[in-house]
């Protein structure tokens, strides 16, 4: 079993150090530290108890600095709940001991001989088969799946017992373990890809060494696939992967067929043939024609995937949000995990990060959009899973629009078979707002005030319009070197039809760190107040103010206009 990333949470700046070093294990693991005890954690939480039992519901392995009671007591409530857990660990502050403690079949005894590796510790392994035999049975490495967990955790503690065990089929992973074996034993661990029951006396281990390749189309494909392999006695769960032409990469009903089999897609080069395109795609298999238009291919190892042909590729355009990663979206964080090839301004591909070695991180200048679009469509086409970031929204002023230009410009049909995404963030605009109150609470115009790409004058044009027709503004991109006067002459364009009380709020580097929030009014500000990491918002007629407790002032636009509304 695979999982995520796993988090490092830890309680006070004591532990800092050794998370750091369970860090180098796992470069792409975030440290969570407590807010107000630790600096210099990569992300800050504020309760302890919830923060874990969230990590520990969303699935993600857990390494905790502290006491292995603190950590029991905290998720004892949730134990019951699920059948499938994530590994968690108690390390202690100062590195001196890894006590794996759930997720046993999630492999964290493994995780628990890595990080006391790199901690130079031995790890508190208790678990009695894997003590015994030195593997964990119920947990087969990559490449194949154990049938049954219940009738599994039988079968061990049978062997605990001292029953023996003889193994049929090819087990490399078993040769080193220390398994009371005898060829005339009544127990046996099974492994290989037929599709008959398991006997009562049997481990079922399938080796993912199946492909179905693909001809048929329409719909039913998935149990038309399940009927085919019962038929040539071949078991589904030693299915790895479905094999199409290439042609058919960016067909619906395949995409679904495989993700309701739970296997991935893989592509080849169109043949007229099937079965020379299954032989081509997996030479070393046996290949069965089926009378359904698909070809079973059968190896006796698992299949190496990446040998197979390539993936349809993917490019997510992405927006991290302003900056803090609590207001990064999940399904960008989920992004982020998968993707092989990061695209970017370097200063956000560095705010999306840390990285695993394994992903290429291509930073590029600001200014070259298009040629950064291409370039991630050049990767994606060759089945490589890309992000393209943004910060806050991809749609506002960023990539979004350039990649979707590039592709209307391209015949390449490699580049429109691409699984193309596009993952929006909270835009600079909507988090400063959020930060004063709401002055975007009514009917509001969103403007860039660059003239890199447009015209001044069509500026000049909207602002006095959008002004006119008394739409609260908010300004990206106000002011840069280059662009040293233009914001004086947006001011006074807005200050022919607002007065000078309108209400304006500032806010520069939101969600970053040295945030600032400032509220000032339209007659008092000024472009020096102002620079390129700075939103501007301007308030409407109906815009409004009042003191907050703890000093400052709420800004907000009510959601009427004209005459306010009874009740
Ligand atoms: N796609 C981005 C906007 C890119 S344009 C988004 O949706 O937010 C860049 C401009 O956005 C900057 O000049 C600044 O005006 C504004 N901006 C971006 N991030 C900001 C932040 N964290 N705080 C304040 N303004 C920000």
Redesign the pocket.
């Known amino acids: 079993m695979t999982h995520s990333t796993p988090a490092i949470v830890i309680l006070g700046q004591g532990s800092l150090n050794t998370a750091r070093r369970i860090q180098q294990v796992y470069p792409a693991a975030q440290i969570h530290g407590l807010a107000g005890r630790v600096e210099g954690a990569d992300r800050i939480y504020q309760e302890f108890g919830a923060t874990l039992r969230e990590l520990y519901r969303q699935d993600t392995p857990i390494i905790a600095l502290c006491a292995a009671g603190i950590v029991i007591r905290t998720l004892a409530p949730l134990l019951l709940e699920k059948g499938a857990e994530p590994p968690v660990l108690a390390v202690a502050e100062d590195g001196s001991a890894v006590v794996p403690l759930l997720g046993g079949l999630g492999g964290v005894n493994g995780m628990a001989r890595d990080i006391a590796a790199g901690l130079q510790v031995a790890a508190a392994i208790t678990t009695s088969g894997e003590l015994r035999f030195g593997t964990c049975l119920l947990n087969p490495p990559s490449g194949y799946t154990l049938d049954d967990l219940e009738s599994g955790k039988r079968f061990v503690s049978d062997l605990l017992a001292g029953h023996s065990v003889r193994i049929e089929g090819a087990a490399p992973w078993l040769a080193q373990a220390q398994l009371p074996e005898d060829p005339q034993a009544r127990r046996s661990i099974h492994v290989g890809s037929d599709a008959r029951a398991a006997s009562a006396n049997e481990l079922r281990i399938y080796p993912r060494s199946v492909a179905v390749v693909v001809g048929a189309e329409g719909a039913d494909l998935s149990k038309r696939i399940r009927s085919a392999l019962l038929e040539a006695d071949v078991a589904i769960q030693s299915l790895a992967c479905l094999v199409a032409a290439d042609d058919r990469m960016a067909d619906p009903i395949l995409r679904e067929t495989a993700l309701e089999l739970g296997v991935p897609l893989r592509f080849v080069a169109s043949t007229t043939d099937l079965g020379e395109l299954a032989r081509g795609a997996i030479p070393e298999a046996k290949i069965i024609a089926t009378a359904h238009d698909l070809a079973i291919a059968v190896a006796q190892q698992p299949l190496n995937l990446s040998a197979i042909g390539r993936p349809r590729g993917r490019l997510a355009v992405i927006?991290l949000g302003?900056?803090a990663a609590e207001l990064m979206v999940p399904a960008v964080k989920a992004e982020l995990a998968r993707a092989t090839d990061v695209l970017g301004y370097e200063t956000y591909v560095r705010m999306a990060g840390p990285f695993r070695d394994d992903q290429i991180q291509h930073c590029t200048d600001n200014r070259e959009e298009m040629q950064r679009a291409r370039h991630a469509f050049r990767l994606a086409a060759e089945g490589r899973s890309v992000i393209v970031v943004?910060?806050?929204?991809?749609g506002?002023?960023?990539m979004a629009a350039a990649v979707l230009e590039a592709l209307h410009e391209s015949d390449d049909p490699a580049w429109h078979s691409v699984d193309l995404e596009i993952l929006p963030?909270v835009?600079?605009s909507l988090?400063?707002a959020a930060q004063a109150g709401a002055p975007l609470g009514h009917d509001f115009c969103v403007m860039?005030l660059s003239d890199n790409l447009k015209p001044w004058s069509i500026i000049e044009k909207r602002l006095d319009l959008a002004a006119e027709a008394d739409l609260a503004l908010a300004f990206?991109?106000?002011i840069s070197k280059a662009r040293p006067w233009q914001l004086g002459r947006a001011l006074e364009i807005v200050g022919q039809h607002r007065t000078a009380q309108t209400p304006v709020v500032l806010?520069?580097?939101?969600?970053?760190p040295g945030q600032t929030l400032r509220v000032t009014t339209l007659g008092a500000l000024t472009p020096e107040q102002v620079d390129?990491?700075?939103?501007v918002l301007i308030g409407s007629s109906t815009t409004c103010t009042f003191a907050r407790s703890g000093g400052g002032e709420w800004v907000y636009t009510p959601r009427w206009y004209g005459e306010k509304p009874l009740g």
């Open positions: 927006g302003p900056g943004s910060s806050g929204d991809p506002v002023f960023a963030g835009s600079a988090a400063t860039s990206y991109n106000p806010g520069r580097d939101i969600g970053r390129m990491r700075t939103m």
